[in-house]
């Protein structure tokens, strides 16, 4: 079973940047961000694919947030900068393994624990 390890959270002012990092113990097809702010559902950030250049960001992230890998590490980082306050949540890594890379958590099959990323005004 593939476990992920985020890390790199933590608090920020507004304008800052901060990366998180997250690192899967095997081999994925797709890795991505979800995060999840208090009373809210847990919503796609952006996804990568571990076997190809494929990218994928949502709405308020592509503009801001930079999703990278390092495929022999096994590896995903998520460059975020110009963070406002309303990017506080816990940030989740998830992996799966379909063929076709969809920033869905219906295709989620393995959750990392979270990494809380606060962002002060």
């Known amino acids: 079973q593939v476990q992920l390890v985020e890390s790199g959270g933590g608090s920020v002012q507004a304008g800052g940047s901060l990366t998180l990092s997250c690192a899967a113990s095997g081999r994925t097809n797709c890795m991505a961000w979800f995060r999840q702010a208090p009373g809210k559902e847990r919503e796609g950030v952006a996804i990568?694919?571990?076997?190809?250049?494929?990218?994928g960001y949502s709405y308020f992230a592509k503009d801001r947030f930079t999703i990278s890998k390092d495929s022999a590490k096994n590896t995903m980082y998520l460059q975020m900068n110009s963070l406002k306050p309303e990017d506080t949540a816990m940030y989740y890594c998830a992996a799966d393994f379909v063929a076709v890379c969809r920033l869905s958590s219906n295709d989620v099959t393995i959750w990392g624990q979270g990494t809380q990323v606060t962002v002060s005004s």
């Open positions: 990568i694919s571990m076997g190809s250049t494929y990218t």
